[in-house]
């Protein structure tokens, strides 16, 4: 079955894209006049398909198998897409379309993630936690590419129509799903169907609970920091630059983090949890450079303070995904990385919550308090770093 995992990898790559293509768009978006509070709902609009997506498709898969469970997501991302595109007509159709990218996301860090892992066990190139780095690489890629992409295009693409900007970058999404999808159905199914699922034992275990549950929500809260929060501070600065520079924070953010990601293997360790704690530690470096960044408004030091962040992101996917494929069960794999990914996207509505607080303190003060809030996480991950190891390690 050597490489067949990399049609799975495709389809996550393909939904990653989808889910990250609309956050350079938000400078678009504010500039059409279309109020922050508004762009910023929008932002966070697909949680609210993402997280019950991620607590249910996992399980789902355990019990009927990764592919239709699979395919279900890729075609929800691509539907996305086609609503997104309606946007020039009114909020409402992007609101629909982020909730149902929302669940296209899901399905494919919680089966997608999964799937990969079990076809790179019968991989002959594969070494140990191969199928974590492949699934958390090429999901990572499909959200800095999107990003990316979408952000050049809205920024310097056609305008042969009035709402040109704000539908073709979706529309070119549309058309890489639409290529990936006859692959994915061809990709070998790794789990038979089950008449039901067993209990969820691995949320209680206390590794997952004292090293994995105080890191989890920075992966995506970095990353909001990062590319929803720093092009703000900084955008009068800019002058006609702000898409571009928003597109640039976000690439940066995400490339840091998918270039890293070879590190967080070589730095995790069956003993203990260092490689999670090394990404606390740059996290919590990233939140204090983000506070000065916003303090003096400097465009290049958010942008250095955003890779930092993204390095920190890319640490803690991979070693979050290694520490819970330890542990869980075979047949609670997908529902435990869906959970996993649930508590990761909890970070996701960072933005939102320092948008309310900014009318209490200012935004170096708030992303100070971030700073401390994650070393705080830190202090208590080091304290059970050595702890509550799986008594036998699942294959990865």
Same mark, same amino acid.
């Given at each position: 079955m050597s490489g067949r995992w990399k049609a799975v990898a495709a389809a996550m790559f393909c939904c990653g894209w989808g889910g990250n293509q609309f956050t350079p768009l938000l400078v678009m978006y504010r500039e059409a006049g279309w109020s922050v509070l508004t762009v910023d709902a929008l932002l966070g609009a697909y949680v609210l398909g993402l997280v019950p997506g991620l607590l249910l498709a996992g399980g789902l898969s355990d019990r009927h198998g990764r592919k239709p469970v699979m395919l279900v997501g890729t075609v929800l991302s691509l539907v996305a897409s086609l609503l997104l595109a309606l946007g020039a007509l009114g909020a409402g159709w992007i609101a629909v379309g982020r909730?149902?990218?929302?669940?296209?996301?899901?399905?494919?860090?919680?089966v997608g993630s999964t799937w990969v892992k079990e076809l790179s066990e019968n991989d002959a190139?594969? &070494? *140990?936690?191969?199928? +974590?780095?492949?699934?958390?690489?090429?999901?990572? %890629?499909?959200?800095?590419?999107?990003?990316? @992409? $979408?952000?050049?295009?809205?920024?310097? &693409? *056609?305008?042969?129509? +009035?709402?040109?900007?704000?539908?073709?970058?979706? %529309?070119?999404?549309?058309?890489?799903?639409? @290529? $990936?999808?006859?692959?994915?159905?061809?990709? *070998?199914?790794?789990? +038979?169907?089950a008449a039901g699922g067993g209990r969820l034992t691995g949320v209680r275990h206390p590794r997952f609970r004292r090293v994995i549950m105080p890191m989890a929500p920075w992966i995506f809260g970095a990353s909001g920091v990062a590319y929803a929060i720093l092009p703000q501070l900084v955008g009068d600065r800019l002058g006609t630059w702000g898409l571009a520079y928003s597109t640039l924070v976000t690439v940066c953010t995400l490339g840091a983090g998918a270039l890293v990601q070879p590190l967080a293997k070589r730095l995790d360790r069956t003993t203990s949890a260092r490689a999670v704690v090394v990404s606390m530690v740059v996290m919590s470096a990233g939140l204090a450079v983000s506070a000065v960044a916003a303090e003096v408004r400097s465009p290049w030091l958010a942008l250095g303070a955003a890779t930092v962040l993204g390095a920190a992101y890319g640490i803690a996917v991979v070693s979050g995904?290694?520490?819970?494929?330890?542990?869980?069960?075979?047949?609670?794999l997908a529902a435990l990385t869906g959970a996993y990914y649930a508590?990761?996207?909890?970070?996701?509505?960072?933005?939102?919550?320092?948008?309310?607080?900014?009318?209490?303190?200012?935004?170096?003060?708030?992303?100070?308090?971030?700073?401390?809030?994650?070393?705080?996480?830190?202090?208590?991950?080091?304290?059970?770093?050595?702890?509550?190891?799986?008594?036998?390690?699942?294959?990865?």
């Open positions: 909730f149902v990218t929302g669940l296209g996301v899901a399905v494919a860090m919680a190139d594969a &070494g *140990p936690g191969a199928g +974590a780095r492949r699934a958390a690489l090429w999901l990572t %890629l499909g959200f800095a590419l999107g990003a990316g @992409v $979408a952000g050049v295009l809205a920024q310097w &693409g *056609p305008r042969v129509w +009035a709402g040109g900007p704000m539908a073709f970058p979706y %529309l070119v999404h549309v058309a890489l799903t639409a @290529v $990936a999808l006859p692959f994915l159905t061809r990709a *070998p199914e790794t789990r +038979a169907s995904l290694l520490e819970l494929q330890r542990l869980a069960r075979p047949d609670e508590l990761a996207y909890v970070g996701f509505l960072v933005p939102s919550l320092l948008a309310v607080l900014s009318g209490v303190a200012s935004y170096p003060v708030l992303l100070g308090c971030l700073a401390l809030v994650a070393l705080a996480g830190t202090a208590v991950i080091v304290r059970h770093s050595h702890a509550h190891l799986p008594s036998e390690s699942v294959s990865v």
